[in-house]
């Protein structure tokens, strides 16, 4: 896709590269009819291919000066993704004991680097960066820079970024930051059932408020929204059994299709999306009928989660798969969380984010730059690390690396 780029000088306002790496795409997994109790067990035989999009968006310019040039690199949220049990390292389905489970260690490294064209000032730049959650501890944590200032900054209880500053960028000169970390992610079964919860939640002003409103791209309060929702769930009344009704709307009516990411309207309109769509248009539902819900990132992939109130007063945070696999209150695979939530505010953009993205700024020429993240599963003594290498590429687009036999069980699409 192409767009007009007007040169005013040496220095020039451009417009924003919005990376979207479509690449292949197993179409028939969002068809198949799924055990809801049960990971898809054969190999999806059905691929379509699709063409790498380059999309500019209106530049988001520096209020304090007309030469500033800023860009957010929106990651894909479809790429590699488990789509098939394999008894060991994918459940295919629940396990007989309760709780966070099979730990596995993995290493991750998430950093920027730019490389100055010319004489720049005022260099900010910022890329996600994971928190600990219940299925995923952080244990081990060093930070690495290059000619700048660099750290990792809480956002919400759920996202963080690794932000860098630097005064001044001249030709040739290096800034980089990397963060360096050991990680510790469990598979997750609670046994959660109907039963727990109790029919009448605590009054919506008791709720996480904030998982209950409209996010970017997420408009709980769309006429479409509100129709699904009388046609699926107006005759149920447990919150328990309304979200197990929007999970199997989504899986029967938004047909999965690559893409970047347009919106909960745009994906009941036109029944198709892919993982961002379907898993944004059941949280929709979710809230427009009361029940809390949002939004979980891993690399190129998203899935949600409903919160539910307990017979003794207590909050959980139920996962919900609405794309690849089909686990309701559970997760059977290891992936790093990047980030929970969809309603993040962004202070040096002033507005929410659906997702933390790649974003950099300065005064100056365009820096040569580069956005980079490792995860490698590490082996216990002499065992078998298992799959689920990856590196993020130009694009946003994590891709599989190393040669594990069990990489058969992950689509790189």
Known sequence: MSCNLLFLSQFLIINCWLFQDQGQWLQGI??????????????????????????????????????SIQHGFRPPAFSITPVV??????????????????????????GMKFTGTGKSSGLSATT?????????????????????????VPITDGAAQLAMSADSLSTGVTA?????YRLKIFKSYMGFEQEQFPLLQPRLEQAPKQFL?????????????????????????????????FDEWVWENIAGVPGKYTSVEE????????CEERACTFIALCRAAGIPARQVWIPNHAWAEIALHDHDG???????HTAAYSWFGWTGVHEIILQKGDRIYMPSRRRNLRLVDDWYRLQGPRPTMQFTANLKPVAEGSGDAGPG???????????????????????DR
Not at 87 to 96: A, Q, R
Not at 226 to 233: D, P, R, S
């Open 267 to 274: 994906a009941i309109r036109n029944r198709k999306g892919d």
């Open 30 to 67: 969002a068809m198949n009819q799924i055990n809801r109790r049960q990971c898809v067990a054969g190999t999806v035989a059905s691929l379509a291919s699709a063409a790498t999009a380059l999309r500019f968006e209106n530049a988001l310019i520096d209020e304090r000066s007309s030469l």
């Open 128 to 152: 996600v960066a994971p928190v600990s959650f219940p299925e995923q501890e952080i244990t081990d944590f060093r930070l690495e820079t290059e000619n700048c200032r660099a750290e990792v």
């Open 314 to 320: 207590i909050w959980h945070w139920i996962p919900v």
């Open 389 to 411: 290498s990856r590196k993020k590429i130009a694009s946003g687009k994590w891709e599989l690396t190393g040669n594990h036999t069990a990489n058969r069980f992950m689509r």
């Open 85 to 110: 049990s394999d008894g060991e390292w994918i459940w295919g389905e629940p396990p007989n004991e309760k709780g966070y489970l099979e730990p596995r260690e993995f290493e991750l490294s998430i």
């Open 213 to 245: 409103k409209n996010s970017p791209g997420i408009k709980a309060t769309a006429t479409s929204v509100k129709e699904v929702v009388g046609q699926v769930a107006s005759s149920e009344m447990h919150p328990w059994k309304k979200a197990f009704k």
């Open 176 to 180: 980089s930051a990397t963060a360096h």
